[in-house]
């Protein structure tokens, strides 16, 4: 406890007991060892005596001195610390040089630590010590760790570690929510709240001001996102760094190549949408990458494969369509959608050029614009052609029947090419914002084989549960279960459990919607089997528990909530040729936020 006073010639417990041992008279001895080593002010002396007739033990009294004098004393450090004395560092190398070795003393370490707090460069010999005792590593400052992380990689990893799969599962639980809703969902919390989290927080904290620790976490990020392919640690390099900026932290943001890139970026996500202003913007840094500089592309295709960036970027390209249709203007010929689309392609491009190390931007397939897209809009037309007809009277009908299939070129390139299949999932979490029970049907079947397996993945399956809630009257039909469940969901939730994970997460929210014989066939045939993860068996119980309940209890009518979803009004030009459908009418089932 007393470990370090002989070195400052300070006496302790066993220079007391050397005494005792030694002496003739131990009263004398004691008194001498007081008047020694007790508080060296004369005028005190004769005032110790009152202390004893009120009782108050020398021990109190001693320690609340001492405990004042170490309170002033730190406060003295940090007012050094904070002057603009050109010496101010000396006299504080200079007093951690003294108190240094009592740092293993309860009542001094305060002191020792934050005297190490305020150097900015603690003598190397210190920082070792400090990093060999667990004991003063764990109550030492982060001011002083970052000092001993960025010489130790692998100490820093050890810490950064815990705090990136903390990350991860706070993302992947986000997507496995019980709560589905179209209002509320994944992509809801602005970037502003998201980067105030308990992980991004302690992260900012843990780099503070330094490049270096700055580029391991990026570079722990880039490792993790290779192993993994992960998007999730995408979001957070984006997040770390919007975070770090937040508070002006220029020694970082300046030497961030990414930095403005992923600013402006960033207010389009907070707005849901790339506006033209800032679309020449992202375009002005993408082509400002110079020669010799193309890493800067690794990272910027990083900060695009994040989800929320991609949300973003494909819900402006829906948008940007839209507006095409209003004009009757073509893909091709807007800059601002090849723009949106360039950026979609280089962002889903990120794990392939980071694992190359080849960095140049992946080129666009033109036929997505030319070909895709084009089909893309016929469906739409057919839509739009079955509402009018519904309309007329029975003797001008041409057809009574919903087309049932879809163009060649539509699924191929769903299958073949990840910007059209994106785009893709995205059209269909439209028509289900819509209520469109029909193209729905129509467009399901067709996600079976998607490029990457990408309809399957949980961030589109999260939407697309929670977007199915406002078609809820619709499970009631076996038709409407058939298309959902049969001809999509369990066509691989055998071989995927997410996709299990996800079925059961929408039926426990619509089990009272659901068709009572499709219900039954669904709970034989969702039931787990025994290597299941206990969250599927817990969401099966769940299941199985509402419905005994509902059994017992009949469920009363619930009145639909209405919803502002909302949706864009576009203008559409009133010719005559409006009756044959032309491509600006297009744009009337477009309106997606």
């Excluded at 490049?211 to 976490?217: C, E, G, P, S």
């Excluded at 295709?301 to 369509?321: E, K, Q, Y």
């Excluded at 769940?542 to 576009?570: F, M, N, T, Y």
Aim: glycine residues 4%; negative net charge.
């Amino acid at each position: 406890m007393f470990a370090g006073l002989p070195e400052l010639g300070i006496s302790n417990g066993e220079d007391l007991k050397e005494t005792l041992t030694n002496c003739t008279e131990p009263l004398k001895a004691i008194d001498q060892f007081q008047m020694e080593n007790g508080i060296l002010l004369p005028t005190l002396q004769s005032a110790l005596p009152f202390l004893d007739l009120h009782g108050t033990p020398r021990l109190e009294f001693h320690q609340s001195v001492f405990d004042e004098l170490r309170e002033k004393l730190m406060e003295r450090v940090a007012f050094i610390a904070e002057g603009k004395e050109e010496d101010r560092y000396t006299k504080l190398e200079e007093l951690l040089e003294k108190s240094f070795p009592l740092v293993k003393m309860p009542s001094i370490q305060p002191v020792v630590m934050q005297v190490m707090k305020h150097l900015p460069k603690v003598p190397e010999k210190k920082l070792k010590q400090v990093m060999a005792d667990k004991e003063l590593y764990k109550v030492c400052a982060v001011e002083v760790k970052r000092q001993i992380w960025q010489d130790n990689q692998a100490l820093f990893g050890d810490e950064v570690s815990p705090l990136l799969k903390q990350y991860i599962v706070e993302k992947e639980a986000a997507l496995f929510s019980s709560d589905l809703s179209i209002l509320h969902n994944f992509f809801s919390p602005s970037p502003k709240t998201r980067r105030q989290g308990e992980v991004v927080q302690k992260l900012t904290q843990m780099i503070g001001k330094n490049v270096k620790l700055y580029d391991m976490v990026l570079q722990f990020l880039r490792t993790l996102f290779l192993r993994t392919r992960n998007v999730h640690y995408c979001t957070l390099r984006a997040e770390l760094l919007m975070s770090l900026h937040d508070l002006d932290i220029s020694e970082i943001c300046s030497v961030d190549p990414c930095h403005k890139f992923t600013w402006c970026l960033d207010a389009c996500i907070r707005e849901k949408f790339v506006d033209a202003k800032r679309a020449r913007e992202l375009q002005g840094f993408l082509d400002g990458v110079k020669k010799g500089q193309e890493q800067v592309l690794g990272d910027l295709s990083m900060i695009l494969c994040d989800p929320f960036a991609s949300n973003t970027l494909v819900l402006s390209t829906v948008r940007n369509l839209q507006e095409l249709l209003s004009q009757d203007a073509l893909p091709r010929d807007s800059p601002d959608l090849l723009l949106l689309l360039r950026m979609l392609s280089l962002g889903q491009g990120a794990w392939d050029m980071i694992d190359s190390q080849v960095f140049k931007e992946p080129r666009l397939e033109l036929e997505v614009v030319t070909r895709f897209l084009p089909a893309m809009m016929s469906i739409v037309v057919d839509d739009y052609t079955y509402t009018v007809e519904q309309k007329l009277p029975s003797e001008e009908k041409s057809s009574g029947t919903y087309p049932t299939t879809l163009p060649e070129t539509f699924t191929r390139y769903l299958q073949d090419n990840r910007v059209a299949c994106e785009m893709g999932l995205y059209y269909v979490l439209h028509i289900a914002k819509q209520r469109n029970k029909n193209a729905l049907q129509r467009l399901l079947p067709a996600l079976v084989e998607t490029y990457n397996d990408m309809a399957f993945g949980d961030i589109f399956l999260h939407l697309l549960t929670g977007h199915l809630t406002l078609l809820s009257d619709e499970f009631g039909t076996e038709e409407f279960c058939a298309a959902v469940f049969d001809n999509f969901l369990l066509t691989s939730f055998s071989s995927k459990e997410n996709v299990h994970r996800h079925t059961l997460r929408l039926l426990n929210h619509l089990h009272q919607k659901v068709n009572q014989s499709s219900m039954e066939t669904l709970m034989k045939t969702l039931e787990p089997p025994k290597q299941s993860s206990e969250q599927v068996k817990e969401l099966y119980t769940q299941l199985s528990e509402k419905l005994e309940a509902s059994k017992r209890s009949p469920p009363q009518p619930e009145e639909a909530p209405g919803l502002d979803l909302g949706l864009h009004p576009v203008t559409v030009p009133t010719t005559q040729n409006n009756l044959t459908v032309g491509p600006a009418l297009c744009c009337i089932n477009m309106g997606y936020v």
